[in-house]
């Protein structure tokens, strides 16, 4: 007969011989963010920054849509929205191989490159480590810096990446190319260890330009390069981005990170959220295709009444965009919902419009049944030049789905869920 002593010694023994296996740290980083500005000048807006930074997101775009179908064999379901083709047309095109798209917790403080367009913080990358600023982007999930040998006159004032002075760099053989609007970043690629705080991913890939284009250069684009945060599905890499290497290599848990883009305590956190960042409890959406970081976007509202036509609508949530961009007849029912707008594409381009100055409307969004309000300083880009009349954040485009960019999230603190596949929004504390 077994004695109650005998098992409890049988136990201890069968747990020392048991194999270890550790278990990830449940630790954040904190990477701060800060921001410049170049969309207006003494609070007049730029015509051509504004133009320039929409063709950009839409460049980014249609370059995600072509990973996402290189990497999966199918098309993304947004791509049969963008240019109005109907599904059928889309995938016979796909099927002749001619999917052809015109050519986009660790905290960290963040910076605020042009306001609210762009969101720096520092990372290091190599072995003696190496240190860049950085812009964050869940619009794209690949990393890019300059190259040692990116000389074109747009890569002057950038810290270069030399994957010559790190013992863990590797070539990976291939060349790669990137389409933001008007711009384009080309180079190769590397994998080598990038270091978030004193979080080590080994064997990213990351890019390693040998030419910026000119939209690129330091006036228009601060930091040395960009970290996407999306998902693999629309790498150009066709690897894993940086967040879920940190999260697979057992870097962290549990595999979230949040954002804060206003003030000057924003930043970016890994490993969770900062709870004093925020106020009551978060409103979940589900992230409805794993590519972007799609949700459904509930209504559109004005002065606290929704806009009858604008409801279940397919959205993107994007740190890397400052604006809000739609569907030029979906932008088209919002304006006409505040008084005194019209449209300026002669003034500022096609799918803009301008409202009086004078005058403060309230624009929310509602994600799984609750409203957060934009702040009217977010919606007003700034006065047209010798007008009374300031110029709307919601820009209309060809796209058939809303790009939900900084001029809403500089209001909210938002929770990237990659465990639940989810955004989170919480009101932000005060």
């Not at 007969?1 to 954040?28: E, G, K």
């Amino acid at each position: 007969m077994l004695t109650i002593a005998f098992v409890l010694s049988s136990l201890s023994l069968l747990a020392i011989a048991l194999p270890y296996a550790p278990q990830p740290q449940a630790r954040t980083v904190r990477i701060p963010l800060t921001r410049r500005s170049n969309f207006t000048i003494e609070d007049v807006v730029s015509p051509v920054a504004l133009n320039s930074s929409v063709a950009a997101t839409i460049a980014k775009y249609e370059d995600g849509f072509e990973s996402y179908f290189a990497n999966t064999g199918v098309a993304h379901p947004l791509s049969f929205l963008f240019h109005g083709e109907s599904n059928e047309s889309v995938s016979s095109s796909h099927s002749e191989n001619n999917y052809s798209l015109r050519k986009r917790a660790t905290s960290m403080a963040l910076k605020d490159d042009n306001s609210g367009e762009l969101w720096e913080g520092t990372i290091a990358v190599g072995t003696p480590a190496q240190s860049f600023t950085v812009t964050f982007d869940t619009g794209s999930s690949d990393i890019f810096l300059p190259g040692p040998s990116c000389n074109s006159a747009a890569c002057k004032g950038h810290k270069k990446y030399q994957p010559g002075q790190s013992s863990t760099s590797a070539d990976s053989g291939r060349n790669f190319a990137l389409n933001y609007g008007s711009g384009s970043v080309q180079g190769r690629q590397y994998t080598d260890t990038v270091i978030f705080d004193d979080l080590t991913a080994t064997k990213q890939a990351l890019g390693a330009a040998t030419t910026y284009s000119t939209n690129f250069g330091l006036s228009n684009f601060p930091p040395d390069g960009l970290v996407g945060m999306g998902y693999q599905t629309i790498s150009r890499f066709n690897s894993p981005p940086l967040f879920q290497s940190f999260v697979s290599q057992d870097q962290l848990t549990p595999p979230i990170f949040a954002f804060k883009l206003t003030g000057s305590d924003s930043e970016l956190r890994l490993g969770g959220v900062n709870d004093a960042l925020y106020t009551g409890s978060f409103t979940y959406a589900p992230v409805t295709t794993q590519g972007y970081w799609q949700v459904t976007l509930g209504s559109v509202n004005v002065n606290n009444a929704a806009v009858s036509s604008l409801r279940n609508l397919q959205s993107i949530i994007d740190t890397g965009t400052t604006l809000i961009l739609a569907p030029s007849a979906q932008v088209q029912a919002l304006y006409a919902a505040i008084p005194g707008s019209r449209k300026a594409y002669k003034e500022v381009g096609n799918g803009f419009y301008t409202f009086p100055c004078s005058s403060t409307p309230v624009v929310s969004l509602t994600f799984s049944g609750r409203s957060f309000n934009v702040d009217p300083k977010y919606f007003n880009l700034g006065r047209l030049q010798g007008s009374n009349d300031c110029v709307g954040a919601v820009v209309g485009t060809s796209f058939n789905f809303w790009v939900v960019g900084d001029t809403f999230l500089q209001n909210v603190y938002s929770s990237f869920d990659l465990g639940n596949n989810r955004v989170g929004f919480a009101e932000l504390s005060s």
